[in-house]
């Protein structure tokens, strides 16, 4: 397997435009680098990660989906970095794939919160004010909270902002609330304000020892998973549930 991995951004190269249509798909791709002079690759296939610019092995290509808006110039280095003969010929052509901007796709657009999950929303945002006396000496940011209707598996969710503008948010699953109760959405809206707490204060967002540590502070479970029952009077019966672990916040 050989693996192109990407180094820098900042390299400028020369576009040579051709007029041709931009390849739309893996198969339409592999057709263009084929006429390019592409020949030991049978299958291509585009990926997302972001370190891994190209690779091939086996007789299958895989290139960023990155790639597909890529110049001429940019494909036939892909050629030459799988058909290269000589080591340099195929080092400058690593140059010029790397020096390809990747554009990420903007990420979803988040959804709102339901016009009757307004007034749930509200009363969370009050507890948020509440906690964050309690527990964080009012320091925490106010931050939206939003209530999903998507969100099953999760019970809650920490966005920090991005550096494109969007605001922090705390997300509550509404699917949580319903099935387990008011206090176990406390619990978990307490949850996500430690998650908070790290990125305002600098920590990494995640279940680590200083998430551990707080979580103990203010009184609630340091994991990051919870095992819930459904709460009684429900139809479901003991319904199980974990929560997420990692980035789910
Ligand atoms: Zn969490």
Redesign the pocket.
């Given at each position: 397997m050989t693996r192109l991995f990407r180094r820098r951004r900042d390299l400028s190269q020369l576009e040579l435009g051709f007029g041709a249509a931009p390849p739309r798909d893996a198969d339409e791709l592999l057709e263009r680098l084929r006429q390019l002079g592409l020949t030991r690759i049978k299958r291509c296939r585009l990926t997302r990660n972001r370190n891994v610019m190209v690779s091939f092995g086996a007789g299958e290509l895989r290139v960023h989906e990155g790639y597909l808006d890529a110049s001429e110039n940019v494909l036939r280095a892909i050629v030459t970095f799988v058909e290269g003969r000589t080591r340099a010929e195929r080092r400058a052509a690593q140059r010029v794939i790397v020096a390809h901007p990747i554009r990420t796709r903007p990420p979803a657009r988040r959804d709102r919160t339901h016009e009757e999950d307004l007034e749930i929303a509200e009363k969370l945002g009050d507890w948020h004010g509440r906690y964050n006396n309690r527990h964080f000496h009012g320091r925490l940011k106010r931050v939206p909270i939003r209530i999903s209707r998507r969100m099953k598996s999760r019970l809650g969710h920490y966005t920090a902002s991005t550096p494109v503008g969007e605001s922090a948010e705390i997300a509550i699953s509404r699917s949580h609330l319903r099935k387990h109760g008011w206090e176990e959405t406390l619990h978990t809206l307490l949850?996500e304000m430690v998650?908070q707490w790290q990125d305002e204060t600098g920590h990494t967002i995640d279940?680590g020892a200083s998430f551990r540590a707080k979580a103990r502070e203010v009184g609630i479970a340091p994991y990051?998973r919870r095992v819930l029952a459904t709460r009684p009077g429900r139809a479901e019966g003991s319904q199980t549930l974990g929560?997420r672990a990692a980035r789910?916040?």
């Open positions: 949850h998650h279940h990051a929560r789910d916040g």
